[in-house]
């Protein structure tokens, strides 16, 4: 199975400032024939259901605000929050579907307002 | 608008079965996978079993294998999950989730509120 390992587990940015979430992938979830890594990012507030945010490690989904953007290649990727607001407190979850079953999740990260 | 409603959670001793239902609205069911997803409290997304649109492929996690069967009705736009010999370990918020419309390898687009499961005798 692949393993995704995030990092931080825990992050505090000042509102207004970037923050930033790393993902690592075990193995390589790169489709070599479509040229595309298979790697979504999540957003989950507290009591609610997961939201996908990124998928194809870049591409923002349905509604997702343009502060929120994805880069990597390979097994390292990263979500970048280029200016914090108050609604971005969450966890944070990346997620491939490159090998499935089983799809794999990270741990998540906790991001807060500093 | 894609709507997704689970129920069917509750409060099951060790041992014993739960079905859950995911009721789907607003998109054509039978062009997606389907997925189940679980959180246990305070804890991080675990993938559970997925299912094929036409229900010919059936996936699950190791921990749920044997144990848990997905199934779906594509007339009644539903998805399902039979929960057997159920353990403390299962307790979890349980969330269905829409897949690709055409590989299995997608990203899970819209989910549910999810249903409480517990398993506590």
């Known amino acids: 199975d692949i393993v995704m390992t995030q990092s931080p587990d825990s992050l505090a940015v000042s509102l207004g400032e970037r923050a930033t979430i790393n993902c690592k992938s075990s193995q390589s979830i790169l489709f070599i024939a479509n040229n595309k890594h298979y790697l979504a990012w999540y957003q989950q507030k507290p009591g609610q259901p997961p939201k996908l945010l990124l998928y194809w490690a870049s591409t923002r989904g349905s509604g997702v605000p343009d502060r929120f953007s994805g880069s990597g290649s390979g097994t390292d990727f990263t979500l970048t929050i280029s200016s914090l607001q108050a609604e971005d407190v969450a966890v944070y979850y990346c997620?491939?579907?490159?090998?499935?079953?089983?799809?794999?999740f990270g741990q998540g990260t906790r991001l807060e307002i500093k | 608008e894609e709507q997704l409603v689970e129920s069917g959670g509750g409060l099951v001793q060790p041992g014993g079965s739960l079905r859950l239902s995911c009721a789907v609205s607003?998109?054509?069911?039978?062009?997606?996978?389907m997925i189940w997803v679980r959180q246990a409290p305070g804890k991080g997304l675990e993938w559970v079993a997925n299912i094929q649109q036409d229900g010919s492929n059936k996936y699950y996690a190791g921990s749920v294998k044997g144990r848990f069967t997905i199934s779906r009705d594509n007339a009644k736009n539903s998805l399902y999950l039979q929960m057997n010999s159920l353990r403390a370990e299962d307790t979890a918020v349980y969330y269905c989730?829409?897949?690709?419309?055409?590989?299995?390898?997608?990203?899970?687009?819209?989910w549910g509120q999810g249903t409480q499961v517990t398993v506590s005798s």
């Open positions: 989730a829409r897949g690709g419309s055409g590989g299995s390898q997608r990203p899970f687009d819209y």
């Open positions: 607003g998109f054509t069911f039978s062009s997606y996978w």
């Open positions: 997620q491939q579907y490159y090998t499935t079953p089983p799809y794999t």
